[in-house]
């Protein structure tokens, strides 16, 4: 079947089997790498991407299910200015997600960062606790996303 | 059955009498809103999922949210993300904290509260905390609608009461004031299985008299676990509880069990019931 | 065959390339009656067993693991068969269509009523006179543990692609041992080993993939090329890899201590039963690291240990870090604690009463020199207060009446100590490694090991300990990816062996060439390879000598609140000490004790708990770095059983924990 979306600010239109995960979708008719398909299950969380803004399992959403939907994947947001931070903030800190759950890790940040510009711990533990690949602890994660806090607070002072 | 993603039938209303149209015309077709109970779990490459769907993603009318003063109303098709973004204030506690227990953030943004209760093999996690809070359900056909609460969208063998040309569309939620609201769920991981238990109680008190009481049990069968009589013995009774009444309570609640133990509840399960709701009744006003 | 290192295995395709399924076993254990395969289409081509042109087998730790069952079917989820095509979609649609008739056998199981077919190993050690002791003993204490880890299905992909042509077949898979990938596959297509090429994929966390799996599936696309004469790609699913991937080796252990009267160990008797699946591979090493776990470091003079190790109706377990001194240490120091108790004694004070002193003889009968373990143990008991909590946890529970409702929060705290070893103690082969170091004109340094495929931090320790050695940037310091036809045979990278064996390669040929290299033109490239034995320090037969060196030690508290209405565990505090000999970067080490620990968690649990440990290296400097992996896990699950048990006053004796086995425990 046909399915028309929007994907990383364009939209696409592919013919494929109504049925096929999105997750598989990307990796496969769109050739972007960066959505691994992990689990199948909506478990492990590698596959993540943003669906209409919200985070979502991408082999959990069946290919007729995203008909004229926004799909972003880290793919569409390299070059902005909030992903950059992001990954500037996750190096600067010495957090190295594996590259089986990179996109995952940095797509978390992404949309947690946008909805609560300053999160507590508790947070920040209720959106990365449940990603099954641990390849890099939590402390890493808090200390990402404190230096990324704290850099965007200075950024926008300065900005000011 | 791996011929059903390629050969799936998709249908996409764009209208609720569309849908209801549709739904007439071809009762198998299978509603699809976040479609997370149908592909949880599902580790295929290429899922199974159904012969035909309908696409409810862009039926806007059941992503309505509507709020008055007694009470809440959600579209069916409103996600749980979502519900949880409506805020603190006007969710019920105890579907919040029920909310909560379900699966990850992710799948939340996907999965929506008529699908939730609308699942014919299992009573999932929001049936108990909704029964509890006597939500309303209307379900719309081709023709014809009607209001009904939940407890009576599940007949006597727990299936559920629904026609195969009918569908939810919206639920009503009163917005009580509650003392105490309590939900627990019993489970050894975020996916339930067959040992898991859940219980929501609800409790009002008044100058240290008990003027309201309410308390569900679901297991991960088909059966919702309530009885107004034992809730009904307890009203009036003076807060904090005495041992002898809450002693009481639960050998009344213990005689109910065992009519059901053997269809509804394992003496794991049962005996974790009985601890729930001990726990609760000793901790209203205490 | 390019260089795929940077590729993750199911990202790789090439033009004309088939997919291969894998039909699978759907019963425990049986024989195949009859198999109907449905029309294939005229492209899709059926592989069985008879079709496979060397013997149907591959060799791992010493076990034959058949490729393709012919007519026995010894676990869940083992091949019988083989699709081979181009549209993935339809073989998986042909694989379902696959109807198998089986008849069914008695499936074999983890039990102390096993048959005489499951044994596959045994182990009888004895030092001192263990009758007379116990005739003798003021105080006799017996417990049964069950060790069933569940394990953690990887996130990362996995699977095989396979190509041929006149001269050689190319094989890419995520692997941990490539030589065994690059063996398995000759042997199977009966050709010279140098033929065969394995270059390895990108994955992600190592200790999550399977050892076995990828030569097994290596095997199944070379023989899928050789037939089809194409290249074949074939990627395990999701269910493959739940089924295949996760399953750790179990145990139950049994122990029978005596006591005199001031608490001490005079004999111990332990009978161990292990597992590891169908097949039983690693028998020798699961079985021979129980035997060294289960009296730990505990001063006794009469030990008597009677291990077997069985098959079970299971999927082969994936070795980890950890295997065998996970079982045995959890039995141990569960046991410890409860001895402890028996004889009302604080069980810290009763475990440092009952270490062994220096120069007394371990099991191994060998001296015991001076260790950290004293040391550990009363770091980790002052900084968590171990002491006043559990004296004050027994005394509540004592005051707790028999006929009183149990509170809704019940709190306690547990401890254990444990030792680890890295490398293979039953097979000295298994040790030998190879690593080259090459020094370029223009100095850049090139470390050439195959086990290149690792994870982050193995590279950068390998990195970081060059760059030292030799003062050169890290960035100019490579790892070459893994490639058979260039680089040296390493070793499978498990069991710590990266730490304990393939870095201190990388470090000699770093120093050799510092030695030669403002003397020597360049380029310069130096080889080191550490052949297989312990040499005359580990003897396996006698089971005799230092089986590791170093030892890594660590010791843990854990203190839990336990709700008692959900069964729900919140770790309240947790503090653990660790001796690893030196610690190249305190910061990555720190990391792995924490996704162990969590990962500990949810294993024994089922859910996530957060947790703030509190963690402190103790490095002696100058020491070889030690083994880690596994050793967090193993000193933990005892120390939070312990907590629980003193919680509850039940005694937890088996893993996992599940809601169910509280209420037996608790209430029945």
């Known amino acids: 079947m046909t399915v028309t979306f929007t994907l990383n600010g364009k939209q696409v239109t592919i013919d494929t089997i109504p049925g096929k995960r999105l997750a598989d979708v990307l990796k496969e008719d769109f050739a972007l790498p960066a959505t691994r398909p992990g689990c199948y299950a909506g478990v492990c969380g590698t596959c993540a991407v943003i669906v209409n803004g919200e985070l979502a399992h991408s082999c959990l959403i069946p290919a007729f299910a995203i008909q004229d939907a926004e799909v972003l994947t880290g793919e569409g947001l390299e070059g902005t200015r909030e992903f950059d931070e992001i990954l500037s903030g996750f190096e600067h800190a010495g957090y190295r997600p594996c590259a089986n759950c990179r996109q995952s890790k940095l797509l978390t940040a992404y949309v947690l960062l946008t909805l609560n510009p300053n999160p507590e711990r508790a947070n920040i533990d209720e959106w990365f606790a449940d990603q099954k690949c641990s390849c890099s602890s939590l402390t890493d994660i808090y200390k990402a996303i404190d230096y990324i806090v704290l850099h965007r607070r200075s950024a926008s002072r300065g900005r000011k | 059955m791996a011929a059903n993603s390629e050969t799936l039938k998709v249908f996409r209303p764009r209208t609720l009498a569309e849908l209801l149209s549709l739904k007439k015309r071809r009762p198998d077709v299978v509603p699809f809103a976040g479609g997370t109970y149908i592909l949880y779990g599902d580790t295929k490459k290429y899922p199974d999922i159904a012969a035909a769907v309908a696409s409810m993603r862009h039926l806007e009318e059941l992503k309505r949210i509507h709020r008055t003063e007694r009470y809440i109303e959600l579209g069916a098709g409103v996600t749980l993300s979502e519900i949880m973004r409506i805020g603190g204030r006007i969710v019920p506690p105890a579907l919040a904290q029920a909310i909560r227990t379900i699966a990850t953030k992710p799948v939340r943004s996907l999965a929506s509260i008529g699908g939730n209760i609308c699942v014919r093999p299992q009573r999932l996690t929001l049936f108990p905390v909704l029964s509890a809070l006597e939500a309303r359900l209307e379900l719309r056909e081709h023709g014809g609608s009607r209001w009904i609460p939940i407890a009576r969208f599940i007949d006597q063998t727990g299936d559920l009461d629904i026609s195969e040309t009918e569908i939810v569309t919206r639920l009503r939620i009163p917005l009580s004031e509650w003392n105490y609201q309590c939900y627990r769920r019993l489970t050894d991981g975020p996916v339930s299985d067959r040992h898991s238990l859940s219980f929501c109680g609800l409790a009002n008190a008044d100058r240290g008299v008990l003027t309201d009481f309410r308390f569900v049990f679901g297991s991960m069968d088909k059966t919702i676990l309530r009885n107004r009589e034992i809730e009904a013995g307890l009203v009036g009774r003076k807060v904090p509880l005495l041992s002898r009444d809450i002693n009481a309570i639960c050998a009344s609640f213990e005689e109910l069990m065992q009519q059901f133990q053997s269809g509804f509840v394992s003496p794991f399960q049962a005996s974790m019931a009985q601890k729930m709701l001990r726990w609760f009744l000793s901790s209203i006003d205490n | ?668």
């Open chain 3, 1 to 668: 065959m390019d260089d795929v290192s940077k590729t993750f295995i199911d990202d790789l395709q090439v033009d004309g390339m088939f997919h291969c399924v894998a039909i699978r076993s759907r019963i425990r254990r049986g024989t195949i009656r009859e198999i109907k395969i449905p029309e294939l289409p005229p492209d899709v081509v059926l592989i069985q067993a008879a079709d496979l042109p060397g013997d149907n087998h591959i060799s791992i730790g010493g076990t034959e693991l058949p490729v393709l069952a012919e007519t026995n079917v010894e676990h869940p989820g083992q091949a019988i068969a083989l699709l081979c095509g181009e549209d993935e979609f339809q073989l998986q649609r042909l694989a379902e269509e696959v109807e198998i008739q089986y008849d069914r056998g008695d499936p074999f199981s983890l039990t102390r009523e096993f048959k005489i077919d499951q044994e596959r190993y045994t182990r009888t050690l004895t030092t001192g006179n263990v009758a007379a002791a116990f005739e003798k003993a003021f105080q006799i204490a017996e417990g049964e543990y069950k060790y069933e880890p569940a394990g953690q299905a990887p996130v990362s992909p996995a699977g095989a692609f396979a190509m041929a042509d006149s001269k050689s077949v190319y094989i890419a898979t995520p692997t941990r041992w490539a030589f065994h990938v690059r063996n398995s596959v000759a042997d199977l297509l009966g050709i010279d080993r140098e033929r065969v090429v394995v270059k390895c994929t990108r994955t992600s966390r190592m200790d999550t993939d399977c050892l076995w799996y990828p030569s097994m599936t290596a095997a199944q696309t070379a023989v899928a090329t050789a037939i089809c004469g194409k290249p074949v790609r074939m990627i395990a699913t999701a269910r493959e890899k739940e089924l295949l991937f996760t399953r750790r080796a179990g145990c139950i252990i049994s122990h029978k201590t005596a006591l005199n009267k001031s608490g001490k160990i005079t004999a111990m008797q332990i009978q161990i039963i292990s597992e590891s699946g169908a097949f039983g591979i690693f028998a020798a090493e699961h079985l021979d690291r129980l035997c060294l776990a289960a009296p730990g470091y505990y001063a006794v003079k009469a030990v008597r240990i009677d291990g077997i190790h069985i098959t079970t109706s299971a999927p082969p377990a994936n070795i980890h870090d950890g295997i065998g001194f996970d079982g045995g240490f959890f039995a141990l120091e569960i046991h410890a604690s409860r001895l402890a108790e028996l004889h009302d004694e604080d069980p810290s004070a009763w475990r440092l009463q009952n270490l062994l002193p220096e120069r007394n003889l371990t099991v191994t009968k060998t001296r015991a020199g001076s260790t950290p373990q004293r040391k550990l143990i009363e770091s980790v008991i002052d900084i968590s207060d171990f002491c006043r909590k559990y004296s004050a946890n027994e005394i509540q529970k004592k005051r707790r009446q028999p006929s009183a409702p149990i509170p809704e929060r019940v709190r306690g705290i547990g401890m254990a100590t444990c030792f680890h070893g890295g490398g293979f103690i039953s097979d000295s082969k298994a040790n030998a490694a190879s690593a080259t170091v090459k020094l370029s004109s223009e100095s850049q340094l090139s470390i050439l090991t195959s086990s290149a495929a690792v994870p982050v931090s193995s590279a950068g320790m390998y990195i970081d300990s060059a760059s030292r050695i030799l003062s050169v940037d890290p960035a100019a310091v490579q790892i070459e990816p893994t490639d058979t036809s260039v680089t040296p045979d390493s070793g499978p990278a498990v069991l710590s062996r990266n730490v304990t064996i393939v870095s201190r390669l990388i470090a000699a040929c770093c120093q050799a060439i510092q030695k030669q290299r403002f003397r020597a033109p360049l380029p310069m490239e130096i080889s080191r390879n550490r052949h297989g034995g312990r040499g005359r320090r580990w003897d396996v037969e006698n089971f005799k000598g230092v089986p590791f060196s170093p030892l890594s030690w660590a010791s843990c508290v854990a203190e839990i609140e336990l709700n008692t209405v959900t069964y729900r565990i919140d770790i309240r505090g947790l503090w653990i000490s660790l001796n690893l000999g030196s610690v190249l970067d305190e910061r990555t080490a720190a990391a792995i004790v924490e996704n162990e620990l969590l990962d500990a968690f949810r294993m024994c649990c089922g859910y996530s708990c957060a947790m703030d440990p509190k963690i402190q290296f103790f490095q002696k400097s100058g020491a070889s770095p030690a083994a880690l992996s596994g050793l967090t896990s193993n000193v933990f699950l005892p120390a939070l059983v312990s907590a629980l048990s003193q919680a509850t006053g039940a005694y937890f004796d088996s893993l996992p924990i599940s809601k169910a086995l509280f209420f037996e425990y608790m209430e029945t």
